[in-house]
């Protein structure tokens, strides 16, 4: 069978699962044709795919991108009845509801796909097919969904397909910076993250590592071919496992040479798991704090670390002159969220991260804060419908946060790129310029932000005498 793969994306990146996924389709031997939405419009999609050989058409698809997902479906049905396989995050997080509210989707894949793909291809025109684990489909008019098999054994996965991704995603939108994993899975349950869905499917077994030497090998390949400035491992649960993560580290300074940045949680932060990244070349560190107040964090977030433990992991690595990143969430649907605001930003003075990413809350199907929603009519579904990026504005009900949020990333952080301020040396130094500019910034801040005080006492005795006269 011929295979119509398409990823649905809005940003410059790489799909690290939809890559996989096709990557196993194409290690099998059926031919893949491979669309990104990124840079394919919907109307393109549509032609290629109909005139093209494709006798099926799987699409991989998150929350915030199903809309134009079902778009794409639409269109192509009325040209070419396909049958459609949806899977990914938002089809696993919905599960048998989706097939209810959405009669154009024939199949859902649930859970994780790569072995799951291999079944349905081979069994498609079988009886077989309705046995296939983490399959939903219809049958005589009624929706069934079958079983989950066991989460996928990461060695046995074949080496990841980098070349149905363009060089512009590869290389993070032009920065250099290369997305790799090295882990899978997460045994946390925050409330405002879809991971809750994937524990109670696999447990809290979820979180597998990649074998080092696949690690290595597929890093060796990427710096020939790409010549990435740095190696960022998006996955948060890199450190979970240190002794995993003191060896891979190690080998990659040792064979590869090129600097690399990690995601982390940090509650794995500790003194000498600091000294071996500054020792083997991490010079980037992004950590979530996503509220200041540390109760609300523990009751509504379910993420135990006190504000203690971020302020010493933040330390930590500001002593091995390791670049910083906090990621922060505003627009909780609770009524004192500008005190929780505020309490974000004052942990964000004390910490003082080179970088602060704020985005606006987006409650996922399936989490805790989105049944919150859901149970308080909070949710404006219009808005819902548009919104593609977490920064976009809130999708609360008579909620307006756009210009809050960039207003306090523009507080926090400096004028110039973001790049620019990441632009370190292959030896970790960073450059004057850059500690320059960012001082730079925070005086003139500074002084505006006085001088609006001084202006604003000024104009308040001016009000106050003219009463007065």
């Known amino acids: 069978m ?15 699962g939809a890559g996989y996924i096709a990557g196993v389709i194409a290690a099998a031997g059926y031919p893949v044709s491979f669309f990104d939405s990124y840079y394919t419009p919907v109307e393109q999609m549509v032609s290629q795919i109909v005139a093209g050989p494709a006798d099926i058409v799987m699409i991989s698809t998150m929350t915030m991108n199903f809309p134009l997902a079902l778009a794409l479906i639409r269109e192509i049905k009325k040209s070419k009845n396909l049958p459609v396989l949806v899977g990914g995050i938002h089809p696993t997080i919905v599960g048998a509801h ?37 399959l939903c489909y219809r049958k005589d008019g009624k929706i069934h969904c079958n079983p989950i098999r066991p989460a996928e054994d990461l060695a046995a996965l074949p080496a990841f397909p980098w070349h149905f991704f363009r060089k512009e995603s590869i290389g993070d939108g032009g920065r250099g910076f290369l ?14 993250c879809c991971n809750g869905i994937y524990l109670k499917y696999y447990g809290k077994n979820y979180i597998r590592f990649r074998p080092i030497d696949k690690i290595i090998e597929e890093l060796s390949y990427l710096k020939k071919v790409y010549a990435p400035r740095l190696f960022y491992f998006g996955d948060e649960m890199i450190l979970a496992d240190p002794e995993y993560a003191i060896k891979l580290f190690g080998e990659v300074k040792g064979k590869i040479g090129i600097p690399y940045g990690l ?12 000294t071996h990244l500054k020792e083997t070349g991490c010079q980037y560190v992004a950590m979530g ?24 992991a933040f330390a930590l690595l500001k002593e091995a002159d390791i670049f910083r990143s906090s990621f922060n969430i505003i627009g909780y649907p609770f009524d004192n969220d500008d005190t929780l605001t505020k309490t974000t ?26 049944d919150r929603c859901i149970e308080l009519n909070l949710i404006d579904n219009e808005r819902i419908e548009k919104t593609r990026q977490y920064y976009e504005e809130s999708v609360l009900k008579n909620v307006f946060l756009k210009k809050k949020c960039a207003g306090i990333t523009r507080r926090f952080n400096s004028v110039i790129p973001f790049e620019t301020l990441f632009d370190f040396k292959t030896s970790g130094e960073r450059p004057l310029i850059v500690s320059f500019m960012k001082m730079k910034y925070r ?7 006085t001088l609006k005080l001084l202006l604003g006492k000024k104009i308040i005795s001016w009000i106050r005498s003219r009463r007065i006269n």
């Open 2 to 16: 011929n295979v119509a793969f398409v990823f649905m994306n809005d940003t410059p990146v790489v799909g690290r």
């Open 98 to 134: 989706l097939l209810e509210q959405r009669p154009e989707i024939d199949y859902l894949c649930v859970g994780e796909g790569e072995s799951m793909v291999i079944d349905f291809l081979r069994h498609f025109s079988t009886t077989a097919l309705f046995d296939i684990q983490n």
């Open 179 to 192: 997305y790799v994993t090295a882990s899978r899975g997460c045994p946390f349950n925050c409330t405002y």
């Open 263 to 274: 995601m982390a949680r940090v509650e794995y932060v500790t003194p000498e798991l600091t």
């Open 289 to 312: 704090i996503e509220c200041g107040d540390e109760n609300f964090r523990r009751k509504y977030l379910n993420r135990s670390h006190g504000n203690e433990q971020i302020e010493c």
């Open 345 to 370: 930003i004052n942990l964000n003075k004390r910490i003082k991260p080179d970088y602060a990413y704020f985005t606006i809350l987006y409650p996922f199907p399936g989490t805790k804060l989105y």
């Open 443 to 449: 005086c003139v801040y500074g002084f505006k932000q």
